[in-house]
């Protein structure tokens, strides 16, 4: 039986390049794979999932009123799925990780799902919330704090690296944005 599964880390931790690692990995199996992205994620271009070390590969996006199921069903019908590949998990709706939950139990088609797990504020996001709730399977990939214990929370920063304490939850950005910290850290930056 197919599973849904959920790994999870703070930023910079390798989710994209692992997930990119996978479709590579069913591919040279000669195993079809389906990827997913935010939409709203354009860093590399819309509809382009890309790490850090230069890896890249096109995607199928969603955004909050995305029919994932039709997605992957087409795409199933077209050519048989062996596992559907989700970046920026965090973004999905709770009602998509519920589809995705069916899509594993009711279609047998593995879904992995990347993501973080928290905003800079320390909340869950609404997709990692339900998908720490119903996945079968959870994974935390580990970064480290520039003190070199383990990163489970990100701050953001200005341009001249002052710390965001308050904003909207979403705001696309990279290495320039964001930083992983450990929890001691980001609570002394946070005013926690």
């Known amino acids: 039986m197919a599973k849904l599964y959920f790994s999870y880390s703070a930023m910079n931790a390798g989710k994209t390049t692992i997930l990119l ?5 069913y591919g040279e199996r000669g195993m079809n794979t389906l990827l997913l992205t935010a939409q709203l ?3 590399a271009g819309t509809g382009t ?3 850090r070390i230069g890896l890249s590969a096109k995607a199928e996006t969603f955004s909050s009123k995305t029919d994932v199921t039709a997605i992957i069903s087409q795409a199933h019908a077209q050519d048989k799925l062996s596992c559907v590949l989700v970046d920026e998990a965090q973004f999905l709706t709770s009602s998509q ?7 594993a139990d009711h279609m047998n088609i593995p879904v992995m799902c ?13 997709g990692s919330a339900t998908l720490l709730a119903i996945a079968d399977n959870l994974r935390e990939i580990r970064t480290i704090c520039h003190c070199g214990s ?17 904003g909207d939850q979403i705001e696309i950005g990279g290495n320039d944005k964001y930083v992983s910290l450990c929890r001691k850290h980001w609570a002394d930056l946070m005013g926690a």
């Open 21 to 25: 690692q996978a479709s590579h990995n």
């Open 41 to 43: 994620d354009n860093r």
């Open 49 to 51: 999932i890309a790490s």
């Open 97 to 103: 990780v519920w589809d995705l939950a069916r899509v």
């Open 114 to 126: 990347y993501g973080l797990r928290t905003d800079f504020q320390g909340n869950l996001f609404e």
């Open 150 to 166: 383990k990163a489970t929370m990100v701050i953001r920063q200005t341009e001249g690296g002052d710390v965001i304490r308050e």
